[in-house]
T-cell receptor, first 114, second 111 residues
């Protein structure tokens, strides 16, 4: 079975550019999560979707960050404009609500903003 | 604000040693506690605990939840170099499968 798929795996961009990260959750899962991981702050939840609807975006750092889930099999996290402090590994995870909170993580996108 | 704290921050042991990792939490309406292992890539699921006092076990790894003390421990016996990783504790509170993660414990097992 394919797990959670994220693209790109690595992204290097210049400050001010727009960055779009993509995620395909596990088929049949109805919850999707975007996380950011840094050495300083650890793993932080940015936003959570349930049945394609954003439920909690209180973790989104600021207006430069936005996330969409147009259908059950695709989500994007966009940063515009990007800043060096956005450099981190961004993980997407999905779960099936009926089975409890076990979340399956994608491989992550390592973002470097110079 | 929900809070999850792990200790120690890092740990260096030798193969064959037994280690105990700690996780404590302060959350509203606790639902479950999860342990993940993160090597070079994404966290991988180890255990989910919902009931106090019931040990979950998988090979050399085991974990137990103490709801009274708002804490959990993860034990690894007869450690191997392949156990070297960051171990993350996460707590689900309220509804909706949202997890709050601790900062992790970085374990290094030397040959």
């Amino acid at each position: 079975d394919a797990g959670v798929i994220q693209s790109p795996r690595h992204e290097v961009t210049e400050m001010g550019q727009e960055v779009t990260l993509r995620c395909k959750p596990i088929s049949g899962h109805n919850s999707l999560f975007w996380y950011r991981q840094t050495m300083m702050r650890g793993l932080e939840l940015l936003i959570y979707f349930n049945n394609n609807v954003p439920i909690d975006d209180s973790g989104m750092p600021e207006d430069r960050f936005s996330a969409k889930m147009p259908n059950a099999s695709f989500s994007t996290l966009k940063i515009q404009p990007s800043e060096p402090r956005d450099s981190a590994v961004y993980f997407c995870a999905s779960s099936f609500g009926g089975r409890g909170a076990e979340q399956y993580f994608g491989p992550g996108t390592r973002l470097t903003v110079t | 604000e929900d809070k999850v704290v792990q200790s120690p921050l890092s740990l260096v042991v030798h193969e064959g040693d037994t280690v105990t990792l700690n996780c404590s939490y302060e959350v509203t309406n606790f639902r479950s506690l999860l342990w993940y292992k993160q090597e070079k890539k994404a966290p991988t699921f180890l255990f989910m605990l919902t009931s106090s006092g019931i040990e979950k076990k998988s090979g050399r790894l085991s974990s137990i939840l103490d709801k009274k003390e708002l804490s959990s421990i993860l034990n690894i016996t007869a450690t191997q170099t392949g156990d070297s990783a960051i171990y993350l504790c996460a707590v689900e509170a309220d509804a909706g499968n949202m997890l709050t993660f601790g900062g992790g414990t970085r374990l290094m097992v030397k040959p």
